[in-house]
T-cell receptor
Framework: DAKTTQPPSMDCAEGRAANLPCNHSTISGNEYVYWYRQIHSQGPQYIIH???NNETNEMASLIITEDRKSSTLILPHATLRDTAVYYCIALDTGRRALTFGSGTRLQVQP | GAVVSQHPSWVICKSGTSVKIECRSL??????MFWYRQFPKQSLMLMAT?????????EQGVEKDKFLINHASLTLSTLTVTSAHPEDSSFYIC???????????FGSGTRLTVV
């Protein structure tokens, strides 16, 4: 699986958009980009995933660069409940498991 | 959406006893489930891959005789921590892959404390 690099921490003001970057410069053509988040003492929560095209759902948007070497997760209107560790994972989905790095600790400030 | 139920959410046991953790996929069939362990302030570490009807595949450094995994049906995998010791105290999380949605769904985790 391609290695991903994320900043260790970020702050965001409540109500503003949170833009979380992820670098995956060695990603291969059949690897998806997954985003999960983990709120303290809970299991990870699925946010979004994509292959090439930008994706949007009720939680977030995923912007993948044309060369697929990086992506950005956008939470359009961050709330205090979005405070969590966010994980970006590149994976060729077969029967393999998600491998978690250190993630980005997002702190939403009131 | 896909739901994975994990039980119990927390357990306290004495050293030397065994503890069983259950992981169920509620609205989909999961031929493959995964077990993770997470220590405080650390990321999730994959312990093993559980395959329905066959033996689990353990990650390097994980003792298969200590962490027994059974995946007897398409909706249930269990992790048994045998002869638990205080150093086994951790947050254990299961995950299942929903083949139709191409997603991985996680249980809510089990906080194990061995005293």
């Amino acid at each position: 699986d391609a290695k991903t690099t994320q900043p260790p921490s970020m702050d965001c003001a409540e109500g503003r958009a949170a833009n979380l970057p992820c670098n995956h410069s060695t990603i291969s053509g059949n690897e998806y980009v997954y985003w999960y988040r983990q709120i303290h003492s809970q299991g990870p929560q699925y946010i979004i995933h994509g292959l090439k095209n930008n994706e949007t759902n009720e939680m977030a948007s995923l912007i993948i660069t044309e060369d697929r070497k990086s992506s950005t997760l956008i939470l359009p209107h961050a709330t205090l409940r979005d405070t969590a560790v966010y994980y970006c994972i590149a994976l060729d989905t077969g029967r393999r498991a998600l491998t978690f790095g250190s993630g980005t600790r997002l702190q939403v400030q009131p | 959406g896909a739901v994975v139920s994990q039980h119990p959410s927390w357990v306290i046991c004495k050293s030397g006893t065994s503890v069983k953790i259950e992981c169920r996929s509620l609205d989909f069939q999961a031929t493959t489930m995964f077990w993770y362990r997470q220590f405080p302030k650390q990321s999730l570490m994959l312990m093993a891959t559980s395959n329905e009807g066959s033996k689990a595949t353990y990650e390097q450094g994980v003792e298969k005789d200590k962490f027994l995994i059974n995946h007897a049906s398409l909706t249930l995998s269990t992790l048994t921590v045998t002869s638990a010791h205080p150093e086994d105290s951790s947050f254990y999380i299961c995950s299942a892959r929903d083949m139709d949605r191409r997603g991985y769904t996680f249980g809510s985790g089990t906080r194990l404390t061995v005293v």
